[in-house]
């Protein structure tokens, strides 16, 4: 079993940028494909990035890119999803989420791929 631990969250007014991490407890994170999703108000969870396992292939949702950066930090075992130019649209909740699977790159966006979950951090973008 392994548990995801997020933090980086916050309130923040539009154009802003925030770091978020995420620590896998007891196990490495180039062990495990991971991603981050994202669930708007009353909205379905949706997949904003993925790093692949092993690797440093990365996806992201197609809107996302060039704003949003995952990355992975080995020496600090944390996955990050660095985020800027921050509008009202990006309010969500913020997951991280893990695999052991190497995933193909066309199953990378699969919330259903995903073993494990962390809480969740809260990102709102509000002037």
């Known amino acids: 079993q392994v548990q995801l631990l997020e933090s980086g969250g916050g309130l923040v007014q539009p154009g802003a940028s925030l770091r978020l991490s995420c620590v896998p407890s007891?196990?490495?994170?180039?062990?495990?494909?991971m991603a981050w999703f994202r669930q708007p108000p009353g909205k379905d969870r949706e997949f904003v990035a993925a790093i692949k396992r092993n690797s440093h292939m990365t996806s992201y949702k197609n809107s996302l890119k060039g704003r949003f950066t995952i990355s992975r930090d080995n020496a600090k075992n944390t996955l990050y999803l660095q985020m800027n130019s921050l509008g009202p649209d990006d309010t969500a909740v913020y997951y991280c989420?893990?695999?052991?699977?190497?995933?193909?790159?066309?199953?990378?966006?699969?919330?259903?791929?995903?073993?494990?979950w962390g809480q969740g951090t809260q990102v709102t973008v509000s002037s």
């Open positions: 989420a893990a695999t052991p699977q190497s995933l193909i790159t066309s199953s990378l966006a699969g919330v259903r791929f995903y073993d494990y």
């Open positions: 007891g196990r490495a994170v180039t062990e495990h494909t």
